[in-house]
């Protein structure tokens, strides 16, 4: 080896690597200049009493979240996904995709497509399908299946709207999931588009013969209807809360019991009236898909999803390590919330992006585009405009599914039924 | 990547007459390994 060094002579091609290298150095100078006179503004206006301005959220962490949190991590997951679409040679497909299946512990035998040299490159070969019956559904009709193959990271009761009590991985069900019911002004992205429908309708909940209207109903919980900004946002300071720059922080009793103040339904916080009834509560899990997993993802249980929120958020490994270190890290990645109802009230179904695994497929929705300079460009004129008019951004493009199916409004998914995958980059 | 689900259910509580276990009930453990299809938890 060290002969082979000596002696061969390296060629460097200089010219496309010192381009791309500026190109990214001039991305990032971007990036730092244009949040540099972002907070400069913001300090102005604040001693001016203008409007509020959305708080840019701090990453704290030891030093390689500082580092992760300064690289242009989407700029770089596109890359990825780039260069993973290029075509792998005919006769190196086998023998590559057999290394990466060793090292990353695939079983080939699960594969649909006995023939790897079908996969042109290894985005395809990620995106793989399987054999069929190789996932039986759990026998159980009352059981929540998993939704990918994967590791248990995380799963309990929610308590006080926290999702997690272990350390560094608190953050707030209002954070993860959004705050705000959708405005008439959500665009539709239902199958059929001629039926899709932008507004927001009312409907009967007819078991008990009340009439609720859309916005306002959103579970029967021990006998009494919620809202959903009810159960959710729950007024002004617990939006604030959830702004608050360090997502690691656990409310304060004092903070949450605002909160209770906050809400129409009565003076006590919206979680005691959950808890003390002891009938109904939220729960959580959260499996994690490792790179060598079967990448397309199912759905848990028979459900209706009728509207989703997409947060062009950022990159970040999701690795556990990571989970463990970046505090509220699923509320900062690139996100997909899929809002709905299966038989015992709320559902949500949240695929969470990562670095090298950007890019969120819903098979139902044609409309959304994840990972893109589209929607990454969309989503901060967004913001800018809510700046301008003096609102809040909400930090998600919602849309509707109400137009699936006029009787459901909303999609209906099966148990076991392929709901989309993630893609590389 | 990583999915999160968040989701409403009856509490997982002994029924003080039979005793036996109702609501919502876990059949996971925390880091285990599942499959899809795999039964998370049950009502």
Excluded: C
């Amino acid at each position: 080896l060290r002969t082979a060094l000596n002696d061969s002579k390296i060629q460097w091609f200089h010219i496309p690597v010192g381009l791309g290298i500026g190109f990214l150095g001039l991305v990032q100078f971007y990036r730092v200049s244009k949040r540099e006179r972002e907070k400069q503004e913001f300090e102005g206006q604040d001693a001016e009493g203008k409007a509020k301005k959305r708080p840019r959220i701090r990453h704290e962490g030891p030093w390689q979240v500082q580092l992760m949190s300064a690289l242009p991590l989407k700029a770089l997951s596109r890359l990825w996904g780039k260069f993973n679409e290029l075509e792998i040679p005919y006769y190196l497909r086998v023998p590559g995709f057999k290394l990466y299946s060793y090292i990353f512990g695939v079983n080939l035998d699960e594969v649909a497509e006995p023939d790897l040299h079908v996969y042109p490159n290894l985005a395809a070969f990620f995106y793989r399908t399987l054999k069929p019956g190789v996932r039986p559904l759990d026998p159980n009709p009352n059981a929540l299946v998993s939704p990918a193959d994967g590791r248990v990271l995380q799963f309990g009761q929610i308590e006080g709207g926290d999702i997690e009590q272990v350390k560094g991985m608190t953050y707030t069900v209002d954070a993860l999931l959004g705050q705000r019911t959708p405005t008439p002004s959500i665009s539709s992205a239902s199958q059929s588009d001629d039926e899709g429908d932008a507004s927001v309708r009312s409907r009967e909940l007819r078991e008990d013969g009340e009439l609720v209207k859309k916005d306002e109903e959103f579970a029967r919980v021990n006998g009494i209807t919620y809202t959903l900004p009810d159960l959710f946002s729950g007024g002004s300071k617990f939006k604030k809360h959830s702004d608050l720059e360090d997502q690691s922080v656990k409310p304060s009793a004092v903070s949450v019991a605002e909160v209770g103040v906050d809400l129409a339904l009565g003076e006590k916080p919206w979680y005691d009236l959950l808890s003390e009834e002891r009938r109904h509560s939220l729960y959580y899990a959260v499996v994690y898909l490792a790179p060598g997993d079967y990448h397309r993802f199912h759905s848990p249980t028979n459900w209706v999803v009728e509207r989703r929120r997409h947060f062009a958020g950022e990159l970040f490994s999701v690795s556990p390590y990571l989970q463990r270190t970046l505090p509220g890290l699923f509320t900062l990645n690139e996100r997909v919330v899929l809002l709905g109802r299966w038989r015992y009230g709320f559902f949500s179904y949240v695929p969470v992006g990562a670095t090298n695994v950007g890019s969120i497929k819903i098979n139902f929705d044609r409309e959304l585009r994840t990972n893109s300079l589209t929607t990454d460009t969309a989503a901060d004129r967004a913001a800018e405009e809510a700046q301008k008019r003096g609102e809040q951004y909400a930090g998600y493009a919602e849309a509707s599914y109400e137009g699936a199916s006029p009787i459901l409004h909303g999609h209906a998914l099966r148990k076991g039924e392929e709901m989309g995958g993630f893609q590389l980059g | 990547s990583t999915i999160v689900l968040v989701f409403e259910a009856p509490i997982g509580e002994a029924d003080p007459q039979t005793g036996a276990h109702k609501g919502w009930t876990w059949a996971v453990e925390k880091g285990q390994r599942v499959k899809m299809g795999q039964a998370l938890g049950y009502v």
